[in-house]
T-cell receptor
């Protein structure tokens, strides 16, 4: 079983839609969790950390369920500029990246 | 613009060449990382340096040789690479907080060097 699993997508959604991604992880000792965003042929950029209590940053909401070992990312009111690959990332001694979920927001 | 600078942005080399990738950051981060990313795949960790010492080597072949000459610089020396080594090589840095198991909060990535081996 992979350490981090994500649905590769693509998720094709219209502008203004709400979309959610899930990510499951196998290592219960994972310390911290993040969502990174990577545009085509660009470097990954930190989108947000994920806290046990859930956290929100504008249109983005992240949640962590340690008991079920999954994290989620909710994007509300999708914009064209949200089109990218969203990487679920765990940190133990170093970062472990999921394979990413591709989002395509369409006009 | 990123706060981690990588040079060159593109590199084409033959299998017998020797070249180096360079990475620089001036954020005072004491952890630096090399990742390799193939097309449509996530980044894979290669090396981690903390306080200028090699902390993690993810069983990377010896044809890749990292070097951390000071707290701002990280190099990756390349020699006798294979065509399958063609990839995007990403450098990242982060603060070191607390113990070894609380590293890396968060990691800032450079633009990467796109490497092609002929």
């Amino acid at each position: 079983r992979k350490e981090v699993e994500q649905d590769p997508g693509p998720f094709n959604v219209p502008e203004g839609a709400t979309v959610a991604f899930n990510c499951t992880y196998s290592n219960s000792a994972s310390q911290s969790f993040f969502w990174y965003r990577q545009d085509c042929r660009k470097e990954p950029k930190l989108l947000m950390s994920v806290y046990s209590s859930g956290n929100e940053d504008g249109r983005f909401t992240a949640q962590l369920n340690r008991a079920s070992q999954y994290i989620s990312l909710l994007i509300r009111d999708s914009k064209l500029s949200d089109s990218a690959t969203y990487l679920c990332v765990l940190r133990g001694r170093a970062l472990t990246f999921g394979s990413g979920t591709r989002l395509q927001v369409q006009p | 613009d990123t706060e981690v600078t990588q040079t060159p942005k593109h590199l084409v080399m033959g299998m017998t060449n020797k070249k180096s990738l360079k990475c620089e950051q001036h954020m005072g981060h004491r952890a630096m990382y090399w990742y390799k990313q193939k097309a449509k795949k996530p980044p894979e960790l290669m090396f981690v340096y903390s306080y200028e010492k090699l902390s993690i080597n993810e069983s990377v072949p010896s044809r890749f040789s990292p070097e951390c000459p000071n707290s701002s610089l990280l190099n990756l020396h390349l020699h006798a690479l294979q065509p399958e080594d063609s990839a995007l090589y990403l450098c990242a840095s982060s603060q070191l907080i607390g113990t070894e198991h609380t590293w890396g909060q968060p990691q800032h990535f450079g633009d990467g060097t796109r490497l092609s081996i002929l």
